[in-house]
């Protein structure tokens, strides 16, 4: 055939040009992904509108674009949405909705919804306050390796909020976090070690080591947005 075949368009493409700094190539690329219904693209989207990257900064645009991914079950995107709609960011506050989304991408296992939900329940903030929904949820986060749930968990358990009082997992997760350079939990760390005993200290550095080997650092290329807590 004598007719050119114009190349498909492909994320891979799109994800090579972010990479190599072209944002505006990136971001047309991503964009019209997008709108072909890719939930991946509608992520990256979202979170071009959300930094100004490639684009002019547009909170809502990125809710938009971050909505139907959510809605194509992108569990990052889910994420960003119930956090947007508890913060009112690019779209009216709605904290119903936002724990939606929040739970929704919690139990598929995401460990920044895991953490938002956890301060939402903590804080009682759209739902009744509960610290023992909010120490479990922070527990899945803290068990996938997010260091601020880390530091939470164990300050929970440090002062007997939602779990029994136990200085050992304090110590054991106010580890984790410190080592990471969480400062509050290095605080906590201070406080606490001269109150331990000997038994105490031999069990957290146990639990410690259990579960250094069992977490690995939290990452992703699209922007996650916590709840302040």
């Given at each position: 055939?004598?007719?050119?075949?114009?190349?498909?368009?492909?994320?891979?493409?799109?994800?090579?040009?972010?990479?190599?700094?072209?944002?505006?190539?990136?971001?047309?690329?991503?964009?019209?992904?997008?709108?072909?219904?890719?939930?991946?693209?509608?992520?990256?989207?979202?979170?071009?509108?959300?930094?100004?990257?490639?684009?002019?900064?547009?909170?809502?645009?990125?809710?938009?674009?971050?909505?139907?991914?959510?809605?194509?079950?992108?569990?990052?995107?889910?994420?960003?949405?119930?956090?947007?709609?508890?913060?009112?960011?690019?779209?009216?506050?709605?904290?119903?909705?936002?724990?939606?989304?929040?739970?929704?991408?919690?139990?598929?296992?995401?460990?920044?919804?895991?953490?938002?939900?956890?301060?939402?329940?903590?804080?009682?903030?759209?739902?009744?306050?509960?610290?023992?929904?909010?120490?479990?949820?922070?527990?899945?986060?803290?068990?996938?390796?997010?260091?601020?749930?880390?530091?939470?968990?164990?300050?929970?358990?440090?002062?007997?909020l939602g779990v029994d009082k136990d200085r050992a997992q304090a110590f054991a997760w106010l580890s984790l976090a410190a080592q990471h350079g969480v400062g509050s939990a290095l605080n906590a760390l201070e406080g606490m070690i001269g109150q331990m005993s000997a038994e105490e200290k031999?069990?957290?550095?146990?639990?410690?080591?259990?579960?250094?080997?069992?977490?690995?650092?939290?990452?992703?290329?699209?922007?996650?947005?916590?709840?302040?807590?």
């Open positions: 055939m004598d007719a050119l075949m114009e190349t498909p368009l492909s994320l891979e493409d799109a994800v090579v040009a972010y990479r190599d700094g072209d944002l505006p190539t990136a971001a047309r690329l991503f964009e019209a992904l997008a709108e072909d219904g890719n939930a991946e693209a509608q992520a990256w989207t979202g979170a071009l509108y959300a930094n100004g990257e490639g684009v002019p900064a547009d909170l809502a645009q990125a809710f938009r674009w971050y909505l139907r991914a959510a809605e194509s079950g992108h569990v990052p995107a889910q994420t960003n949405v119930g956090a947007m709609l508890m913060m009112g960011n690019g779209t009216p506050t709605d904290p119903e909705r936002g724990l939606h989304w929040l739970r929704i991408a919690a139990e598929a296992g995401d460990a920044m919804a895991q953490s938002n939900l956890a301060t939402l329940y903590f804080k009682g903030q759209g739902t009744a306050q509960d610290e023992v929904q909010a120490a479990h949820w922070y527990r899945q986060a803290a068990g996938q390796g997010h260091f601020p749930s880390q530091a939470r968990l164990g300050f929970m358990y440090a002062n007997g031999q069990k957290g550095a146990a639990l410690f080591d259990q579960w250094r080997s069992r977490t690995a650092a939290v990452s992703s290329p699209a922007r996650l947005i916590p709840v302040p807590g």
